[in-house]
């Protein structure tokens, strides 16, 4: 074990990690089943803005966009013009040669189980792309941010991969458009109806997670069918609500773009748990709660509830999604004082890797962030030890060892 000297007068325990193994039986080549989606829009060689939404440049100043052709589940949408380097405005614009944003819009398909609840159906997830002006690119850095949508501490994440000349594809949690069974959010009561609001959330994160994997995944497969994409590696890193996702992403990225090192920064898994305990705001949650938290004598029947239901988070699709990242370097950043993440969902994310390197940091959720502005090059160390040697990448995905 590694004792450094930390933020604030603390100390940041840091464990070495030892990869797992992947056992032949878990070569799968399907991602785990999610939402059904609807067939996309037919094309509008009007429209600039894509239905339910309004994108908006960093001036807060409604974008034009271009409707590309679909992907395999997404309508897919692109500025008319380059995005100016504004939009990441904690880095410095000489570290950036060029940014790439694309939009990925899904809605849940009509049979799809979700629909009889009330959840938004129409969601958009974004995709930005950011070219280093270090040549060549030393590979693909894909960052899953926050509920904060690219805080200051992930740019400063972005720049120093920057830095080092990888390529960075920044993607933040999906947003829903407004419509008229739910306005756009989500409403669950916990803590007067533990069981129906456990179905309720598994729905939402369904969507939630679902449209974030399977938009994204149409998004990198068409940057890699454009050659925007770099060779080298492929590293993933998720932050918050970015790391819950991880896992699934990761999973259905497997046979476009496949990763070879994960981090996961603030994370936690049993998203039941996370909203029973959490000290974050229905603002910061993108939910709405109505009446009184579960108590503990509820929470199990919300927790099992949820469980039962869901198709993305069940234990076991968040084993299996675990499962699948065996043989990689994973790495896990927890505060030990996060009230956001509470222990018992940061205690199960462990267990989901126990073979991990983990960071821990004396600090709560913000303070985490608020480190990378000393741990940013670190963790990007890390992951430059994680895929230094390419050859040997090359030779785990020709051999059959699982990689997603």
């Keep these: ?23 032949p039986d878990l070569v799968v080549t399907n991602p785990i089943p999610g939402p059904a989606w609807k067939s996309p829009d ?25 409707r590309c052709e679909n992907g395999m589940h997404a309508e897919i949408w692109r500025p008319s013009g380059p995005l100016p380097t504004s939009a990441f405005a904690m880095i410095d614009a000489s570290r950036i040669a060029g940014i790439e944003p694309w939009i990925a819009v899904l809605e849940l398909a009509p049979d ?10 129409r969601r958009a997830v974004d995709g930005v792309l950011a070219r280093p002006a270090v040549e060549p690119s030393r590979g693909l850095a894909i960052i899953l941010g926050s509920l904060a949508r690219l805080n200051p501490p992930e740019q400063w994440l972005v720049a120093e991969f920057l830095s080092r000349g990888w390529t960075v594809l920044v993607s933040s949690p999906p ?5 008229d069974r739910t306005d756009g959010v989500t409403t669950l ?37 454009r050659g925007s994409l770099p060779d080298g590696p492929t590293v993933l890193v998720g932050a918050s609500s970015g790391a819950l996702a991880a896992p699934v992403i990761s999973d259905g990225l497997r046979r476009i773009r496949p990763v070879d090192a994960i981090a996961l920064i603030a994370g936690g898994a049993s998203p039941p748990e996370i909203l029973a305990r959490t000290t974050l705001a229905d603002e910061d949650l993108r939910v709405d709660r109505r009446g009184p938290r579960v108590d503990d004598l509820d929470l199990p029947r919300f927790v099992s509830s949820f469980e039962t239901a869901s198709r993305l988070q069940s234990p076991d699709a968040e084993a299996a999604a675990a499962a699948r990242l065996a043989g990689l370097p994973v790495l896990v950043l927890e505060s030990g004082f996060d ?42 160390d890390w992951m430059d030890a994680a895929v230094r040697d390419d050859s040997e990448l090359v030779g785990r995905r020709s051999s059959g060892e699982v990689v997603p």
């Design 1 to 23: 074990m590694i004792v450094t000297v930390g933020l604030l007068g603390g100390c940041a325990v840091k464990t070495p990690g030892v990869p797992t193994i992947a056992p």
């Design 339 to 380: 009230s956001a993440i509470p222990e018992s969902a940061r205690q199960r994310l462990r267990t989901l890797f126990p073979n991990a390197e983990h960071w821990w940091y004396p600090l709560g959720h913000y303070g985490l962030f608020v480190a990378l502005s000393t741990e940013a090059a670190p963790l990007v």
């Design 112 to 121: 799809d189980p979700a629909r009889d609840l009330d959840v938004p159906p």
């Design 175 to 179: 947003v829903c458009a407004p419509d």
């Design 42 to 66: 037919p094309i509008d060689p009007d429209a600039r803005q894509p239905r339910g939404f309004a994108v908006l440049d960093p001036d807060r100043r409604p974008l034009c966009l271009d």
């Design 189 to 225: 009561a916990p803590g007067i109806d533990p069981e129906g609001a456990g179905r309720l959330l598994a729905a939402e994160v369904d969507a939630g997670l679902g449209v974030w994997r399977d938009g994204l995944r149409d998004l990198v497969a068409r940057l890699e069918s």
